[in-house]
T-cell receptor
């Protein structure tokens, strides 16, 4: 089983719809992240969380919200989806006990907003 | 804005040849990491080099770091078709507190059998 699991893997939705992307991990890491990947732009950080009560905005948080339901679960919501949120979304984890901050990624969710 | 910038953006080589990818960054760092991404999949960590290190090896991978030039290179020796992927450098920020990891836009490597 994957250590970092994202659901769904693919999603097509319409403009204005609310959707949620979910991430769960079995690595026991305290830190979790949401990134989006667009061609030619690399990965950009949307939100990150150091623990259940510590959530921080990344560089492109507008139009997104997150919830850290438990140490192992971190969900990303698009309250009212728009076409320019079409992208590949990744959840990642890291362990604060390691000073290296190596990120462990899920397989990604491909989102299309029509 | 992106911290790391990889060069070239795309690279095509024959199997057995060496592949070299470069990364430049702008601000001080604590470490620099390289990741691989197979098409449409999640990134996988390959190797990390600390700011006080100049060279590091892992199997067929060799990473160098020149902090005076704010640049790093990733060398894959004796490439294989399975090395076909995108490669990203990621910089871990300097200073205290949370060490934010910032990813570049990647180099797309194609290894032709």
């Amino acid at each position: 089983d994957a250590d970092v699991t994202q659901t769904p893997r693919n999603r097509i939705t319409k403009t204005g719809k609310r959707i949620m992307l979910e991430c769960s991990q079995t690595k026991g890491h305290d830190r979790m992240y949401w990134y989006r990947q667009d061609p030619g732009l690399g990965l950009r950080l949307i939100y990150y969380s150091f623990d259940v009560k510590d959530i921080n905005k990344g560089e492109i948080s507008d139009g997104y919200s997150v919830s850290r339901q438990a140490q192992a679960k971190f969900s990303l919501s698009l309250e009212s989806a728009i076409p320019n949120q079409t992208a590949l979304y990744f959840c990642a984890t890291s362990d604060s006990a390691s000073a290296k901050n190596i990120q462990y990624f899920g397989a990604g969710t491909r989102l299309s907003v029509l | 804005s992106q911290q790391g910038e990889e060069d070239p953006q795309a690279l095509s080589i024959q199997e057995g040849e060496n592949a070299t990818m470069n990364c430049s960054y702008k601000t001080s760092i604590n470490n620099l990491q390289w990741y691989r991404q197979n098409s449409g999949r999640g990134l996988v960590h390959l190797i990390l080099i600390r700011s006080n290190e100049r060279e590091k090896h892992s199997g067929r991978l060799r990473v160098t770091l020149d902090t005076s030039k704010k640049s790093s290179s990733l060398l894959i020796t004796a490439s294989r078709a399975a090395d076909t992927a995108s490669y990203f450098c990621a910089t871990g920020g300097g200073g205290g507190g949370y060490q934010k990891v910032t990813f570049g836009i990647g180099t797309k490597l194609q290894v032709i059998p």
